[in-house]
């Protein structure tokens, strides 16, 4: 197993309380069902993580099946939740 950082941004960084945490994990699926376990207590938290975005290293996760991507000690795994957005009028 590695030792992986998860970074959560806006929606998921409320709902987890916190901006980040290690995890160990060998695939990003692990990863995210460790971050799944420790937050279990916070009802907003998986369906957050549901429809976040995942760049695991620089790399954008994708549709990409999440248990095929290897992780290793080091990796940084950002979590994206959508947020609106746009340009003003003015």
């Known amino acids: 197993m590695a030792k992986v950082t998860l970074h959560y941004w806006a929606a998921i960084r ?3 309380g ?3 945490e ?4 060998g695939t990003l699926a692990e990863a ?3 971050a ?6 916070s009802p ?5 993580l549901d429809i976040c975005a995942v760049v695991v290293d620089g790399t954008p996760a ?3 099946d999440h248990a095929t991507i290897a992780l290793h000690d ?4 950002e979590l994206l939740p959508p947020f609106a957005g746009g340009s003003s009028p003015l």
């Open 14 to 16: 409320a709902a987890a």
């Open 18 to 20: 916190i901006p980040e």
């Open 22 to 25: 290690v995890v160990d994990a």
């Open 32 to 34: 995210l069902a460790a």
């Open 36 to 41: 799944r376990a420790a937050h279990a207590g």
């Open 44 to 48: 907003r938290f998986a369906p957050v």
């Open 62 to 64: 994708g549709s990409r």
């Open 74 to 77: 080091g990796s940084a795994v």
